[in-house]
């Protein structure tokens, strides 16, 4: 109860740093230059791909494709140094390859998730080119709030010579999943225009969002992965 009361105070704090962050900072550029050099605080839109495994499922590889989108402000700190907070809806999970399939004979399950993402990085720009930085070095970490959860499952009818069927019993523990997770975050952006970019991220979850019951032994701790690709826009 305390770790969620926790989660909780943080999660609302991140929500008003953003608004913060979008508010103030748009305050602030209509009263400064068009040069985006010039500009302390941007906001920006981002849209881009997941590619995402669960550790402790029977499959391996970052497969389960999904969408990323949200709002990013950034706030500028010092020549180089400048900080971003985001609002995004993510989706991540995990699907087997035709080869773990077939190793288990058809039996397989689909895991997707769907969460509201809040991540707070840090940013570090690389030499100026022109009138800005095209590269940026970023890390962080994220709390993510679990928005809905779907578990695909495929069955075979089992007979000699085929292995267990897969164990079905997580698709009625989805009320078990966690509501909130802590997630770590390190990514590279390339800006081909001052106000268009691309980033590369990885995140890794501090935490198990999924604690297997001590007497189900068909079962592991669950914890999410995953890469993202993304085009950030930034607005005057």
Not at 9 to 37: A, K, M, P
Not at 68 to 78: C, D, N, S, T, Y
Not at 112 to 135: C, I
Not at 211 to 232: C, E, H, I, M
Request: hydrophobic content about 40%.
């Amino acid at each position: 109860m305390t770790i969620y009361k926790t989660f909780n105070r943080l999660w609302f704090c991140e929500i008003g740093l953003l608004v913060g962050f979008l508010f103030f900072g748009n305050l602030v550029l209509n009263g400064q230059s068009n040069s985006y050099t010039d500009q302390r605080f941007r906001a920006g839109l981002r849209l881009g791909t997941t590619a995402s495994q669960i550790s402790g499922d029977a499959y391996k590889g970052y497969r389960k494709a999904g969408l990323l989108a949200g709002v990013e402000g950034f706030a500028q700190l010092k020549d180089r140094t400048y900080l971003s907070l985001g609002f995004l809806f993510t989706e991540i999970g995990s699907i087997p390859s035709d080869s773990e399939k077939k190793r288990d004979q058809s039996n397989f399950l689909e895991i997707q998730l769907t969460y509201l993402e809040l991540p707070l990085l840090v940013h570090f720009q690389g030499k100026a080119k022109e009138r800005y930085r095209p590269f940026d070095f970023h890390v962080g970490f994220s709390l993510a709030r679990l928005l809905s959860s779907r578990i695909t499952s495929q069955v075979t009818i089992s007979g000699p010579g085929i292995p267990p069927l897969i164990d079905l019993s997580i698709v009625n523990r989805q009320n078990e999943f966690k509501q909130f997770n802590a997630n770590f975050q390190l990514g590279l952006s390339y800006y081909f225009i001052p106000q268009f970019g691309l980033s590369l991220r990885h995140v890794y979850g501090f935490q198990d969002f999924y604690q297997a019951p001590a007497d189900v032994d068909t079962q592991k701790n669950l914890r999410n992965f995953y890469w993202s690709v993304s085009g950030t826009y930034i607005i005057r």
